[in-house]
T-cell receptor, first 113, second 111 residues
Framework: EAAVTQSPRSKVAVTGGKVTLSCHQTNNHDYMYWYRQDTGHGLRLIHYSYVADSTEKGDIPDGYKASRPSQENFSLILELASLSQTAVYFC????????????FGAGTRLSVL | QQKVQQSPESLSVPEGGMASLNCTSSDRNFQYFWWYRQHSGEGPKALMSIFSDGDKKEGRFTAHLNKASLHVSLHIRDSQPSDSALYFCAASDGSNNRIFFGDGTQLVVKP
């Protein structure tokens, strides 16, 4: 089965600090995504990428940067973490196809204090 | 306006009962629909995809799509406690690999 690995699984950060969330996939998929999940909300797309060294903005990109150094790796960067960024973050990958089922990682629970 | 809306927000059914989940989209360009399931503490996992009008059955799970009304449903027959999870409806127009998710339906199956 497709494998998407996220690290760390949980993190506590201080307000104003820098946070980097990492994602690694072994699916040989072109597309990778970062979603955010808050209680009472579904999954909201932050950034995505369809090729190495290129990223695209999703629906809620403000306060986040993304980096895709290789096909397998995709990072989400919070340069100045804020309380409002406390959430669970999911990475996903998919093939380049209109019928593109997403394969998700187990998530990173981020608490900003 | 959210592109994918789900109902109900939460649902409780007895073990062995039928669970019915609903999803409506506001974008007539959506052609592809999925149901994802997320157990507590895990990432979402695709449960079923449905791309054509009508029913699609996989074991105890049946999805129904009506593109004209932009409505898709999921019916779980003989519900089991292990089916307790958060269920997401997702939709795409297929043009740019973007998938839009609803807010989810929390299903509880009581033994």
């Amino acid at each position: 089965e497709a494998a998407v690995t996220q690290s760390p699984r949980s993190k506590v950060a201080v307000t104003g600090g820098k946070v980097t969330l990492s994602c690694h996939q072994t699916n040989n998929h072109d597309y990778m995504y970062w979603y955010r999940q808050d209680t009472g909300h579904g999954l909201r797309l932050i950034h995505y990428s369809y090729v190495a060294d290129s990223t695209e903005k999703g629906d809620i990109p403000d306060g986040y940067k993304a980096s895709r150094p290789s096909q397998e790796n995709f990072s989400l960067i919070l340069e100045l973490a804020s309380l409002s960024q406390t959430a669970v973050y999911f990475c996903a990958s998919s093939r380049q196809s209109s019928q593109n089922t997403l394969y998700f990682g187990a998530g990173t629970r981020l608490s900003v204090l | 306006q959210q592109k994918v809306q789900q109902s109900p927000e939460s649902l409780s059914v007895p073990e062995g009962g039928m669970a019915s989940l609903n999803c409506t989209s506001s974008d007539r360009n959506f052609q592809y629909f999925w149901w994802y399931r997320q157990h507590s503490g895990e990432g979402p996992k695709a449960l079923m995809s449905i791309f054509s009008d009508g029913d699609k059955k996989e074991g105890r799970f049946t999805a129904h799509l009506n593109k004209a009304s932009l409505h898709v449903s999921l019916h779980i027959r003989d519900s089991q406690p292990s089916d307790s999870a958060l269920y997401f409806c997702a939709a795409s127009d297929g043009s740019n690999n973007r998938i839009f998710f609803g807010d989810g339906t929390q299903l509880v199956v009581k033994p």
